[in-house]
Nanobody
Framework: QVQLVESGGGLVQPGSSLTLSCAAS????????MGWFRQAPGKEREFVAT??????HYADSVKGRFTISRDYAKNLVYLQMNSLKAEDTAVYYC????????????????WGQGTQVTVSS
């Protein structure tokens, strides 16, 4: 059973950068897409980014600012966040997908506990 642990969240100023990490254990994830989702207070969880063997896909709201990457050997997934905005404030979750290039959280089987990202001046 795969377990995911996110880390790297914190309080940052608008325009700042932050990198989130997701450590997977209990199994390999190299055969699956990995994704990042986020959930702001009072809002539903939304898709942020996903990565497969050969490609990445981003939500329009973060495209050009966020970069998802992975280290297959170490079972690590990263989310580099640049030019952060107040609207990026949310709990960020790492997840394992059972379908390629999916933006639907229903297609993700395993989830981490989340890490809080707060963008405020």
């Amino acid at each position: 059973q795969v377990q995911l642990v996110e880390s790297g969240g914190g309080l940052v100023q608008p325009g700042s950068s932050l990198t989130l990490s997701c450590a997977a254990s209990g199994g390999t994830i190299r055969n699956s897409d990995m994704g990042w989702f986020r959930q702001a207070p009072g809002k539903e969880r939304e898709f942020v980014a996903t990565i497969s063997w050969m490609s990445t896909h981003y939500a329009d709201s973060v495209k050009g600012r966020f970069t998802i990457s992975r280290d297959y050997a170490k079972n690590l997934v990263y989310l580099q966040m640049n030019s952060l905005k107040a609207e990026d404030t949310a709990v960020y979750y790492c997840a394992v997908a059972r379908r390629h290039r999916s933006t639907d959280q229903a297609d993700y089987d395993y989830w981490g506990q989340g890490t809080q990202v707060t963008v405020s001046s």
